[in-house]
């Protein structure tokens, strides 16, 4: 009888399992990391802050954060876009994949966002929590993250501040008009009454 080779058969039967991988010696392969998927590691964002913290619709906010490695190093986002998620009283809205400009600090990116009445009607008017979105960065060989949805709250990073206190009306352009021309009309009409009296003192003065 024949000896049978054991582990030709074994390496045939993990071939033939439906699912399995085999992997060769010094490569790494795609792992699932707390529900991210990525190559060898997750990304971490540990900072974001936006302003102004107090916004009206037509203002713009930029929110900047940080993403790094979790040994420190910073990440170079390769595509430079992300995800946000702005979460208010009433609801939420949400903007995918949208371009992020690096900041010139390794790691950090901002993104500019318009305030408009549509966040104001999703989101609700009020305090406005800005987020990045679950693996939404990515770096240029398939490592994402964050893991969940990160804002102020939840980084570590004392200082930052994602919350954003809102309102859902402009001032009118009568409003705009009173707050930057009301002290400047004050003192055309008061010029004018001076001269009016200066006028009629030299008319009175004629007459006598």
């Known amino acids: 009888m024949r000896k049978i080779e054991l582990l030709p058969m074994l390496l045939m039967l993990i071939v033939l399992i439906p699912g399995s991988t085999l992997v060769s ?19 971490i964002v540990d900072y974001i802050n936006s302003v102004p913290h107090q916004a009206t619709v037509g203002d713009t906010i930029v929110t900047t954060f940080h993403v790094i490695y979790p040994d420190g190093t910073p990440v170079t986002l390769s595509p430079p876009t992300a995800s946000f ?47 990045v979105v679950f693996c939404s960065c990515q770096d240029g060989v398939g490592n994402r993250g964050p893991t969940g ?13 994602s919350l954003v206190s809102t309102t859902s009306q402009p001032q009118t352009l009568l409003q705009q008009l009173v707050a930057n021309y009301t002290i400047p ?24």
């Open 25 to 43: 010696a010094g490569t790494t392969a795609p792992q699932q990391a707390a529900g991210c998927a990525t190559y060898q590691t997750n990304l």
């Open 85 to 131: 998620n702005w979460m208010g009283p009433t609801g939420q809205t949400e903007f995918d994949n949208v371009p992020v400009a690096y900041n010139g600090t390794p790691g950090f990116y901002n993104y500019t966002q318009p305030f408009t009445q549509d966040i104001v009607t999703a989101a609700g008017s009020g305090t406005i929590t800005i987020s």
């Open 149 to 161: 949805l990160v804002s102020s709250v939840q980084t570590p990073t004392p200082i930052d501040d």
């Open 185 to 208: 009309a004050l003192i055309i009409v008061l010029i004018i009454l001076a001269l009016l009296a200066l006028v009629l003192r030299r008319r009175r003065k004629k007459k006598t």
